[in-house]
């Protein structure tokens, strides 16, 4: 079964502090990997998106790492500000066809407090 | 548009009456999505267009659950004999349609069943 999982639940670290948050997926076959970042009561926002080949991507204070091999990924924020409180979601692009199926992660929720 | 746009925002409907929510995708976008998040769950995925056909309607929970596009455009989802249970927040995401391009998010509506 294609499945997307996310670790911690929740996370709460105080405001300037580094974090990562994990994903661990079993879809096959594998299109690509994204990370969302979804503020309370707002549509998911894209932060990056990984193909087989990519290892890491960054956008911004955001860096996202991909190990196809052990179909891991993680995301990391570096020097965190209250703004990056929100829910962070992986998400794998299933199947060989055009589009593929988005399946999409439980997310992490993270609380950056002052 | 400048983005995808979801229509109403918010909607409060008694039990057992039919709702139809409205999706606009960004201009020029092929592929379609519809979610579902339930209050403190993750993303659970409903169905996918790919122009004005569904490849995969694997995500719909019920026969009242019904969706449809039309001009490769606009399309609506509509739940028949809403339930408490379908109370929830339904996302609608468009992207280019080739493989590895980003999915925008629309803002949600919001469905309350009383």
């Known amino acids: 079964k294609n499945q997307v999982e996310q670790s911690p639940q929740s996370l709460i670290i105080l405001e300037g502090k580094n974090c990562t948050l994990q994903?661990?997926?079993?879809?096959?076959?594998?299109?690509?990997l994204r990370w969302y970042k979804q503020d309370t009561g707002r549509g998911p926002v894209s932060l990056t998106i990984m193909t087989f080949s990519e290892n890491t991507k960054s956008n911004g204070r955001y860096t996202a790492t991909l190990d196809a091999d052990t179909k891991q990924s993680s995301l990391h924020i570096t020097a965190s500000q209250l703004s990056d409180s929100a829910s962070y979601i992986c998400v794998v692009s299933a199947g060989s066809s055009n589009t593929g199926k988005l399946i999409f992660g439980q997310g992490t929720t993270l609380q950056v407090k002052p | 548009g400048a983005g995808v746009s979801q229509s109403p925002s918010n909607k409060v409907t008694e039990k057992g009456k039919d709702v139809e929510l409205r999706c606009d995708p960004i201009s020029g976008h092929t592929a379609l999505y519809w979610y579902r998040q339930s209050l403190g769950q993750g993303l659970e995925f409903l169905i996918y267009?790919?122009?004005?056909?569904?490849?995969?309607k694997s995500g719909l929970p019920s026969d009242r659950f019904s969706a449809e596009r039309t001009g490769g455009s606009v399309s609506t989802l509509t739940i028949q004999r809403t339930q408490q249970e379908d109370s929830a927040v339904y996302l609608c995401?468009?992207?280019?349609?080739?493989?590895?391009?980003?999915?925008?998010f629309g803002q949600g509506t919001r469905l309350t069943v009383v």
């Open positions: 267009f790919q122009g004005n056909s569904a490849p995969d």
């Open positions: 995401a468009s992207s280019l349609g080739t493989k590895n391009t980003e999915a925008f």
């Open positions: 994903c661990n997926y079993t879809v096959s076959p594998f299109s690509n």
